[in-house]
């Protein structure tokens, strides 16, 4: 459903090494949470880091091992893995003020 | 159709009785008649340290080994190698069991400092996780522990509540039996009240200290759909994982055996109709201080190994070595029934364990080394743990388990002279079958020992005070003397034994006297009938003369007289004339 290619292609900016924020974002097919999570993030994206940031969506449905080696419980998850330190957000991504917060961005 | 019928005649019924997955705990599948219920969740709840994460890891490493169930271990607190460290103290190889693919450890990390909630979410990951490890490796059996831990990490509890819900069921349509732990809540079973759905079956356990001794305890507070035990049962957590003991069979149907067993003191058999105790019957051997209790019972394992069987020596005052130093001085050498694998000691304080502790470690020896005797030597230490109601409480287990098991037991119980209240053989002298009191026969200076059969079941004993006596040979039951002055015992017993003798040789002296002055006076007699004999004779002889002379004299005077006749005929006148004149 939605895989690494997929969200290259909405990815104009460059290569990966030079965005800033590295983001996974882990979702259980087409769930409502996760529908919204993915419109949330992608809305926030583009309007505060539009450029500098790459994003990874993956079905947690489609790959069970990830599971256990993300130490996943609850979805829909964010993992911010850069800017250091690592953060992890759940929910569907609605609290924006939150969602900042927590990937470090000054608005 | 009556319903009877109806039961009868529906062919569902027998599949819709609750289907149960023995843990392979042992003693547990007993008191829950088969095991945990099949395919449902089960709670175990307890305070920390209870054990709660050996209790369901046992079940997991067990069902793997014993029952061919893999099994998912989730951990909610502790990391994978943990775990596996912690467990390995049990002899259970986690990590070769992982690669078996027999058992799958998933540790579930969570902070909610890392974590930051930003809308509605669920527990999806959750479900993934565990189903893809079920699938994985075809598990029949999970373990959550704790889960409560979800409740820490992540903060909204109406998600998480209604997750759980979802979970439970979901475990239930996966058809996996399942083990979930709670942490002991305040008034309730747990913190989170997960009883409210798991609420099939939930086993309750429990850490308690009394008198500074700990006691394991467990209980099951409801199963639903099956008939179980509701006591609370001690268990034991030692190097071979969890035992727990089911307290007492209810009814007394117990198997009886009508054979005999010796004593090992042949004089003792003889007071018992001369064949000693009946298998399987519990023998009370109780006395004061120093009276031999201990030696009585080294006897008998000593028999019990001659007739080349097992026995085990529970001691609870003198180490093993002890024993056998002290058994050696009256003759018997149990470290030769050691070496051939027959007699087995264990020893330990009466205070290392609570009673439960104890009966529990002897249930694990006797179904371990099945002996078919055992001997408890003394049970009054028992005391110090426990007090009279708890110890005959647990002695009348005892007694029960070993009864089914058709093994003898010994103990042996130290009365205390004066204190009446404190006496264990008192107690317990209900519940044996067999009570012999040795005890201090104080008299004449000096202390021996008597001993007597106080009871004895369904036998013909002897009601006699014997004397006990421990020498160099061994052990011997005399017979004491019973005279004017009372008992006899000891020295004073000997003394009159050397005073019989005495009187015995003098009595026989006396009688050859006597039978020498019959004969001296029959002598004399008969000497004195011999002379009158001889004077008999010699008056006969005297008269036969005297006798023979007047016929002599009577012959000479006919003579004398025809001869004068003749002469007067010759010459008339002057014949005449003579004849005249004389």
């Known amino acids: 459903m939605h895989n690494d290619e997929h969200f290259h292609e909405s990815n104009e900016n460059g290569k990966n090494e030079t965005f800033q924020y590295v983001l996974s974002l882990f979702v259980t097919g087409a769930s409502p949470n996760s529908v919204r999570a993915i419109i949330n993030l992608k809305q926030l994206c583009e309007t505060h880091i539009k450029g500098k940031y790459s994003l990874e969506i993956i079905d947690v449905y489609q790959q069970g091992l990830t599971a256990e080696e993300e130490q996943i419980i609850a979805l829909p998850l964010l993992i911010k893995r850069l800017p250091l330190p690592e953060r992890r957000l759940i929910g569907d991504m609605s609290d924006t003020a939150k969602v900042l917060r927590g990937l470090g961005i000054t608005y | ?582």
């Open chain 2, 1 to 582: 159709m009556s319903i009877e019928q109806q039961k009868k005649e529906d062919p569902g019924l027998i599949n819709k009785i609750l289907h149960k997955t023995p843990t392979g705990i042992t003693g547990l599948d007993e008191i829950t008649g088969g095991g945990l219920p099949s395919g449902r969740p089960t709670l175990i709840c307890g305070a920390a340290g209870s054990g709660k994460t050996l209790f369901s890891m046992e079940f997991i490493v067990r069902g793997a080994l014993e029952f061919n169930e893999p099994g998912v271990f989730m951990a909610f607190e502790e990391k994978s190698e943990e775990l596996t460290v912690n467990v390995a103290s049990l002899g259970f190889d986690l990590d070769k069991l992982q690669k078996d693919k027999l058992v799958k450890l998933d540790h579930v990390h969570i902070e909610r400092s890392e974590i930051e909630e930003t809308g509605e979410y669920d527990l999806d990951g959750l479900f993934i996780r565990l189903g893809y490890a079920i699938d994985s490796i075809g598990a029949k059996r999970v373990v959550l522990d704790t889960i409560e831990n979800l409740f820490s990490g992540l903060s909204n509890q109406l998600i998480l509540r209604a997750e759980l819900r979802r979970l439970f069921q979901w475990l239930k349509e996966k058809g996996v039996t399942a083990i979930i732990t709670g942490e002991k809540g305040e008034g309730a079973l747990t913190r989170q009240g997960l009883e409210e759905y798991v609420s099939d079956c939930v086993i309750l356990l429990d850490h308690r200290v009394c008198n500074q001794i700990s006691t394991r305890l467990l209980r099951i507070v409801k199963y639903r759909g099956s008939v179980h035990g509701t006591n609370e049962y001690p268990f034991l957590i030692d190097e071979e994982g969890i035992s727990v003991l089911p307290v007492t069979a209810l009814k007394l149907e117990n198997n009886v055996s009508a054979e005999r067993i010796s004593s090992g003191i042949p004089s003792l058999d003889k007071m018992l109709e001369g064949k000693g105790f009946y298998r399987g019957s519990s023998i009370l051997v109780s006395g004061t201080a120093g009276t031999g209790k201990t030696s009585i019972a080294a006897y008998f394992a000593h028999a019990t190994c001659l007739r080349k069987e097992r026995c085990v020596y529970f001691a609870f005052e003198e180490s093993p070595p002890q024993i056998i130093r002290n058994m050696q001085s009256i003759g018997i050498n149990l470290q030769e029934h050691i070496d051939d694998g027959l007699l087995q000691f264990h020893a330990s304080r009466p205070t290392l364990n609570g009673l439960e502790m104890h009966l529990v470690s002897i249930h694990k020896v006797v179904n371990k080394f099945r002996p078919r005797t055992i001997i408890l030597d003394p049970i009054t230490n028992l005391i110090t743990v426990g007090s009279v109601s708890e110890v005959k409480a647990m002695l009348i287990r005892l007694i029960d388990f070993l009864q089914t098991q058709q093994i003898t037991v010994m103990f042996t119980a130290l009365t205390l002279n004066n204190i009446v209240n404190e006496q264990t053989d008192e107690g317990v002298s209900s519940l044996v079958d067999a009570w012999l009191r040795v005890r201090d026969i104080e008299f004449n200076g000096e202390r021996n020992r008597g001993m007597y059969v106080m009871k004895s079941r369904g036998m013909k004993h002897s009601n006699q005070v014997r004397e006990f006596v421990i020498s160099d040979e061994g052990l011997n039951l005399v017979s004491v003397y019973l005279g004017p002055e009372g008992v006899l015992t000891g020295s004073a017993r000997e003394a009159q034994q050397l005073q019989e003798e005495t009187g015995l040789i003098l009595r026989t002296h006396a009688v050859s006297r006597k039978d020498l002055e019959i004969e001296r006076k029959r002598k004399v007699l008969e000497a004195k009938i011999a002379s009158l004999h001889e004077e008999f004779e010699s008056l006969q002889d005297e008269l036969n003369k005297s006798y023979v002379e007047e016929e002599l004299k009577k012959e000479i005077i006919e003579k004398n007289r025809e001869k004068l006749t003749k002469i007067r005929h010759h010459e008339n006148n002057t014949a005449t004339d003579n004849s005249s004149s004389e």
